[in-house]
């Protein structure tokens, strides 16, 4: 599975968008980009996930570069309930397995 | 929608002991499931993939005799910490995949279950 690069933290203003960026410059052909998000002491929550369009759906849009090396996950109108720890995972379907890099800490501020 | 149920989602126990840890695909039927632990402030790591009626595939590093996995049907996956230390004190996490897009592998996680080994 290609590495993934996320920044550590991120703050976002609530009500307005979170832009969460990833690169995956090792991306190969078949591996998909998988958003989860981690609430503390929860299990993760699958957000989205797309191979080389632009995904959309109730709860965030995944913009992926054309050259697939990185993408931006997008919550269009953050919330408090939106502070998370949010997983860019680029994985195949042949082994079916996820590998968790170290995310980035979104803290949504009042 | 696909929902995973781990049991227990905490478990106090004393060094030396076994503790058995199920998750279960409560509506849908899982040939595969993955076991994560997850220690304070760190991210997700995995430990091993269970194959319904075939043994498990375990990642490197991780001790197959010390962490049993049981895939006994479509809908349940055990995961076994034997002869447990304070040392395996953690949080364990279980997932599977419920289908879906063709190609993609969105996997499903249960809540977890948080061992503590005094």
């Known amino acids: 599975d290609a590495k993934t690069t996320q920044p550590t933290s991120m703050d976002c203003a609530e009500g307005r968008a979170a832009n969460l960026p990833c690169n995956h410059s090792t991306i190969s052909g078949n591996e998909y980009v998988y958003w989860y998000r981690q609430i503390h002491s929860q299990g993760p929550q699958y957000i989205i996930h797309?191979?080389?369009n632009n995904e959309t759906n109730e709860m965030a849009s995944l913009i992926i570069t054309e050259d697939r090396k990185s993408s931006t996950l997008i919550l269009p109108h953050a919330t408090l309930r939106d502070t998370a720890v949010y997983y860019c995972?680029?994985?195949?379907?042949?082994?079916?397995?996820?590998?968790f890099g170290q995310g980035t800490t979104l803290q949504v501020k009042p | 929608g696909a929902v995973v149920s781990q049991h227990p989602s905490w478990v106090i126990c004393k060094s030396g002991t076994s503790v058995k840890i199920e998750c279960r695909s409560l509506d849908f039927q899982a040939t595969t499931m993955f076991w994560y632990r997850q220690f304070p402030k760190q991210s997700l790591m995995l430990m091993a993939t269970s194959n319904e009626g075939s043994k498990a595939t375990y990642e490197q590093g991780v001790e197959k005799d010390k962490f049993l996995i049981n895939h006994a049907s479509l809908t349940l996956s055990t995961l076994t910490v034997t002869s447990a230390h304070p040392e395996d004190s953690s949080f364990y996490i279980c997932s599977a995949r419920a289908g879906g897009a063709s190609g993609a592998n969105v996997l499903t996680f249960g809540a977890g279950s948080r061992l503590t080994v005094l």
């Open positions: 995972i680029a994985g195949s379907s042949n082994t079916g397995k996820l590998i």
């Open positions: 797309g191979l080389k």
